[in-house]
């Protein structure tokens, strides 16, 4: 390190990173929090995903990602902080008579039909699984829940974001 020129007195470490299983993850020790990003990952905004999808793509990632049983100690249940939709983003039907895909925005409805149900589908989903502690989930100084947060996409889990607590 003193060939870099670290080695001062005066000089602190703030930062650290490491890579597991295809993601970077960098500690911010001044700041107290932990960035996460996917490796090589290329954002696709033409493939959309339901919430539903979303939820059991974040549930796997925390029940094998770093971040278990290592940043957290205990979650509250996640919930649904932000859906993108990059404008809109319309659900597509099958014509099966021209074997073709049509937006569901350029097909009249019968409203005389309740046999179908139309789920929304969106780019991505901003995910959060608060912290708890003593049962009670952790609030700031502003009235947001604090825990973890992570970016959802069809692609699967792009980005986490914490805070770090001091104590378990």
């Given at each position: 390190?003193?060939?870099?020129?670290?080695?001062?007195a005066t000089q602190k470490l703030f930062s650290l990173g490491?890579?597991?299983?295809?993601?970077?993850?960098?500690?911010?020790?001044?700041?107290?929090?932990?960035?996460?990003?996917?490796?090589?990952?290329?954002?696709?905004?033409?493939?959309?995903?339901?919430?539903?999808?979303?939820?059991?793509?974040?549930?796997?990632?925390?029940?094998?990602?770093?971040?278990?049983?290592?940043?957290?100690?205990?979650?509250?249940?996640?919930?649904?902080?932000?859906?993108?939709?990059?404008?809109?983003?319309?659900?597509?039907?099958?014509?099966?008579?021209?074997g073709t895909e049509q937006s569901v925005s350029d097909i009249e409805i019968d409203t005389t039909d309740t046999g179908g149900?139309?789920?929304?589908?969106?780019?991505?989903?901003?995910?959060?699984?608060?912290?708890?502690?003593?049962?009670?989930?952790?609030?700031?100084?502003?009235?947001?829940?604090?825990?973890?947060?992570?970016?959802?996409?069809?692609?699967?889990?792009?980005?986490?974001?914490?805070?770090?607590?001091?104590?378990?």
């Amino acid at each position: 390190m003193k060939v870099l020129g670290f080695g001062s007195a005066t000089q602190k470490l703030f930062s650290l990173g490491l890579e597991e299983n295809g993601y970077e993850y960098n500690f911010d020790i001044k700041n107290c929090s932990l960035r996460a990003n996917k490796v090589n990952n290329t954002y696709n905004y033409t493939k959309s995903l339901t919430e539903k999808q979303a939820m059991d793509l974040a549930d796997a990632f925390m029940k094998n990602s770093y971040l278990k049983d290592k940043v957290y100690y205990q979650l509250g249940k996640p919930f649904v902080a932000y859906k993108n939709s990059n404008g809109p983003m319309y659900s597509m039907m099958k014509d099966s008579s021209r074997g073709t895909e049509q937006s569901v925005s350029d097909i009249e409805i019968d409203t005389t039909d309740t046999g179908g149900e139309v789920t929304p589908e969106y780019t991505s989903f901003s995910i959060m699984y608060p912290y708890m502690i003593n049962g009670q989930e952790v609030w700031d100084t502003y009235g947001n829940k604090i825990g973890i947060q992570l970016e959802v996409t069809a692609d699967g889990v792009m980005s986490a974001n914490a805070r770090l607590l001091l104590f378990k």
